[in-house]
T-cell receptor, first 118, second 115 residues
Framework: AQTVTQSQPEMSVQEAETVTLSCTYD???????LFWYKQPPSRQMILVIR??????QNATENRFSVNFQKAAKSFSLKISDSQLGDAAMYFC???????????????FGQGTTLQVKP | NAGVTQTPKFQVLKTGQSMTLQCAQD?????MSWYRQDPGMGLRLIHY???????DQGEVPNGYNVSRSTTEDFPLRLLSAAPSQTSVYFC??????????????FGPGTRLTVL
């Protein structure tokens, strides 16, 4: 079974600085998807960024980028120029590739609470 | 287009009571699922469905029932509430097709407290 681990329960960053959130996962599959979700105090789950395992290029979305190390099964999220609005809980998630009976099922890490200091 | 809606937003139950958490989506998504969120444990899958009439268990199904009579609705039933079911519950939906671009859309969540 696949597992996702976020070993940092809490992180803090100064406004305008850069922070990296860590995520490791375990799987025997070769093709899958990885995601980072943001959950602000409103509780709404917001997709931040996605990565397809067969793509070697790291995904980027504006100030958000990932460092995807497939061999090490690592998927960290880098937030550049941190803003007060980035304060939230961040979840790393894994999803099996299409074609398996697990299509659509997300496996989440424990979450990392990010505090942004003004 | 309302996306994924959940009702109620908050609920307090007594041990042993039963209730149904409602979830509806208007995006014609085949895939729908229920997660529970507990501190320090992330979101865990309770049940999921790949289409009307088809449901399956996730990681933590005990104490919960689901049914999928229509594409739009996917209610979650607590048969006999227990304090261990105190949690925040999320419903999510997505198209059932390949690709990471098939984003899962989450509802706003239901905070359930069982006394």
């Amino acid at each position: 079974a696949q597992t996702v681990t976020q070993s940092q329960p809490e992180m803090s960053v100064q406004e305008a600085e850069t922070v990296t959130l860590s995520c490791t996962y375990d799987t025997s599959e070769s093709d899958y998807y990885l995601f980072w979700y943001k959950q602000p105090p409103s509780r709404q789950m917001i997709l931040v960024i996605r990565q397809e395992a067969y793509k070697q290029q790291n995904a980027t979305e504006n100030r958000f980028s990932v460092n995807f190390q497939k061999a090490a099964k690592s998927f960290s999220l880098k937030i550049s120029d941190s803003q007060l609005g980035d304060a939230a809980m961040y979840f790393c998630a894994y999803r099996t590739h299409h074609g398996s009976s697990n299509t659509g099922k997300l496996i989440f890490g424990q979450g990392t609470t990010l505090q942004v200091k003004p | 287009n309302a996306g994924v809606t959940q009702t109620p937003k908050f609920q307090v139950l007594k041990t042993g009571q039963s209730m149904t958490l409602q979830c509806a989506q208007d995006m014609n998504h085949e895939y729908m699922s229920w997660y529970r969120q507990d501190p320090g444990m992330g979101l865990r899958l309770i049940h999921y469905s790949v289409g009307a009439g088809i449901t399956d268990q996730g990681e933590v199904p005990n104490g919960y029932n689901v049914s999928r009579s229509t594409t739009e609705d996917f209610p979650l039933r607590l048969l006999s509430a227990a304090p261990s079911q105190t949690s925040v519950y999320f419903c999510a939906s997505s198209p059932l097709s390949s690709g990471s671009k098939d984003e899962q859309f989450f509802g706003p969540g239901t905070r359930l407290t069982v006394l």
